[in-house]
């Protein structure tokens, strides 16, 4: 049996069931299905009584056009992002509430309440003026996990400047890439930040970047730290780089946010694709408010006195939408933590847990598979009792990992939302509703109310396992890929008429629950994060001593994925050690340490058809130990039986 199918036979024997614990149902902000049935009724009105829960400065007149592929929600209204997650909470009790606690890994602490929010991130939005930003100008951001970071998406969205924020693991050349082709006019970096005890030179990194950059005009670097500033080299471009206090400093704390239109750009945030190059992926304004703050509100069935921590970073859809859009929308009190999870030791997060009393906990299944592998020891020595919800984004979930969360975090009472969703989705889209889903470890259950989905095959029907298929549009979509329409169209839209096409493979059990698989593309899942095999390939053929180069993924205990790289190289050069050092590092170099492949393996050639296609999936079997598929479509059998000879022996 092939090694999806077994793992498939296991989930749908799952026989366990975690019905809501009693106490999560009184006072849910969802208690029954009465959200399910009216979004059932009618999805669009479901939808536009979301929409009526945020501050508009002028209504829409239509809820959606919907012109295949391009759908427009809340056509008409005007709304500004940053008003709604910030200033609409300055009239209650909710001014003086803390809005963001943040915690440094060295273990610094800053907190900020609405108020003070509010303040800070209308004095950046001022600054951005003075340097010349305008509305639709776009602001890059590189930055730590530090509140600068949501600070400066929200001035950005205070004056109507799409960010884009690039995560601060990336290389240079990768921030380049990206600054490039939003044709950012500003960049928002640090001088650096602390990642397990080291220091992460953000500003070196961006001038490396800006050596490529023609369009970016002004450089806003904040100071993480006098001490981290007597540690690292920050020079200062006169004229182009101006340092954040001094910029703040002189602004005035008033700054009308920008009414903007419900299909302006809010963001552009890259994410990686079949292809070598990112796509921008564009999110707007109205629609994406809309379902970010409702899935926040029922997903973790947010209550006023919550204290909230998603442990994603910034850099990631999930920290747009879940550490800074969705909760603040929702007026809640927001966790962020700078560094690693094992600094100093590895209970930093349970510490954290305890010592700030958060009560929901937002995290991802390669998290939770390094904290099995660490032992239940960590988590024991602290109280966790606070804790009532926890959630999980970014893969499939395996069983095993489910029940120790539930167990050992969770203390057996908190029920567990594992939310599938993407960058490109914007929001939660298929998901257990905490107080009225009876859950499955593993499954993620069924969509969020207004959400259709289905599983079709290749010719659009409808199937019991099959591509996870979103059929009707949903607020939160993405509207298109920033300067590649066509890409937007091939990519999402091509495969059925109309219908969203995820890239997931997924399957029903007996009773209708969804079961998410994994990618079906060439797309890799390594720690949560997606990488395209066609990314580190063309930064392996990058390097001078590659001719070619085949990526695949192989399974990996705590990362899901890692990632193995076979690579044919010029005529005359060795495959020794140091060079197989080198092309790591190469990779490195081009995309991050993200990428960094875990396995490389020199080939003489590379199994091809006849056709001249990689076979991928023989590759995978070689990277995984398997016995070969079939290989009789091969234009040569020996070579692939030649690298097997060399990468390793059989198993069953
Ligand atoms: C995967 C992260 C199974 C999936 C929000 C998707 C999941 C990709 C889940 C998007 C889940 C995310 N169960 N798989 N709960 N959540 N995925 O764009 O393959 O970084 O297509 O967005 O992660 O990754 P992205």
Redesign the pocket.
């Known amino acids: 049996m092939s090694e999806a199918g077994a793992a498939l036979d296991v989930l749908l024997t799952e026989e366990r069931r975690f019905p809501p614990p009693e106490h999560s149902r009184k006072g849910a902000v969802v208690a029954d299905r009465g959200p399910y049935e009216r979004a059932e009724r009618d999805r669009l009105a479901f939808w536009e009584s979301w929409a009526e829960e945020l501050d508009w400065f002028e209504g829409w007149h239509t809820v959606l056009e919907w012109e295949p592929p391009h759908a427009k929600w809340f056509v008409g209204g005007r709304l500004n992002a940053a008003h709604n997650c910030l200033d609409r909470h300055l009239e209650g009790p909710r001014r003086d509430k803390p809005a963001l606690i943040w915690e440094g890994e060295p273990g610094d602490t800053r907190s900020f309440t609405y108020a003070e929010l509010h303040a800070e991130v209308s004095r950046l939005a001022n600054a951005l003026k003075g340097l010349g930003v305008q509305k639709g100008d776009r602001v890059a951001i590189y930055l730590p996990m530090i509140p600068e970071a949501a600070i400066a998406m929200l001035a950005c969205a205070r004056i109507g400047a799409p960010h884009s924020v690039v995560f601060g693991g990336f290389s240079p050349e990768a921030l380049a890439d990206r600054i490039n082709d939003a044709q950012a006019r500003v960049l928002v970096t640090a001088d650096g930040g602390y990642r397990r005890g080291g220091v992460v030179p953000l500003k070196l990194n961006s001038d490396k970047a800006l050596e490529a950059c023609p369009s970016l005009e002004s450089v806003v670097v904040v100071e993480r730290g006098e001490e981290l500033s007597r540690g690292i080299e920050v020079p200062m471009t006169a004229g182009r780089d101006h340092f954040y206090s001094d910029l703040v400093a002189e602004a005035s704390s008033e700054c009308p946010a920008e009414p903007m239109d419900s299909e302006d750009l809010l963001y552009i945030l890259y994410?990686s694709g079949t292809t070598g190059t990112p796509k921008g992926v564009v999110h707007t304004t109205g629609g994406y408010l809309t379902q970010v703050s409702a899935t926040t509100k029922c997903v973790f069935d947010l209550r006023e006195d919550d204290v909230y921590w998603c442990t994603a970073d910034v850099g990631?859809?999930?920290g747009h939408?879940y550490i800074v859009y969705g909760p603040l929308a929702n007026g809640a009190t927001v966790l962020m933590y700078e560094g690693a999870p094992d600094w100093p030791r590895n209970d930093r997060f349970w510490d954290i847990c305890a010592r700030y009393g958060v009560t929901v906990f937002y995290t991802a299944?390669t998290a939770i598979r390094a904290f099995m592998k660490w032992g239940e020891r960590w988590p024991a020595k602290h109280d966790l009792s606070r804790l009532r919800l926890l959630g999980?984004?970014?893969?499939?979930?395996n069983p095993e990992a489910w029940m120790w969360y539930h167990r050992v975090v969770g203390g057996g009472r908190c029920p567990i939302v594992?939310?599938?969703?993407?960058?490109?989705?914007g929001a939660i889209m298929?998901?257990p509703l905490p107080a009225v889903t009876t859950t499955r470890p593993g499954s993620?259950t069924e969509p969020f109310p207004g959400i259709r989905a289905t599983l079709l095959d290749d010719d659009g029907n409808e199937v019991n396992a099959g591509f996870l298929a979103i059929t009707e549009p949903w607020p939160s979509m993405m509207r298109t890929i920033y300067g590649d329409e066509q890409r937007y169209r091939d990519t999402y839209w091509s495969k059925w008429d109309g219908i969203y096409f995820?890239?997931?493979g997924a399957k029903y059990d007996n009773d209708g629950y969804l079961w998410?698989?994994?990618?079906v593309d060439d797309?890799l899942?390594v720690a949560?994060?997606?990488i395209g095999t066609m990314e580190v390939e063309s930064a392996l053929v990058d390097h001078e001593a590659v001719v070619e180069a085949a990526v695949v993924g192989k399974t990996h205990d705590v990362k899901g994925q890692a990632i193995a790289a076979f690579v044919t190289l010029r005529e005359g050069v060795d495959g020794s050690q140091a060079l197989e050092g080198r092309l790591r590092e190469h990779v490195v170099q081009k995309i991050g340490a993200i990428a960094r492949p875990e396995i490389v393996v020199f080939a003489a050639d590379l199994p091809k058809t006849r056709s001249g296609k990689i076979m991928r999936r023989l590759l995978k079997d070689v990277a995984e130990g398997h016995r070969l598929g079939d290989t009789t479509t091969l234009a040569d059998p020996a070579v692939v039986e030649a690298l097997q000879m060399k990468y390793g022996g059989e198993e069953d």
């Open positions: 994410t990631w859809v999930t939408s299944p999980t984004v970014g893969e499939p979930i594992d939310t599938w969703w993407q960058t490109e989705t298929i998901t993620a995820p890239g997931d998410i698989l994994g990618r797309v899942n949560g994060h997606r």
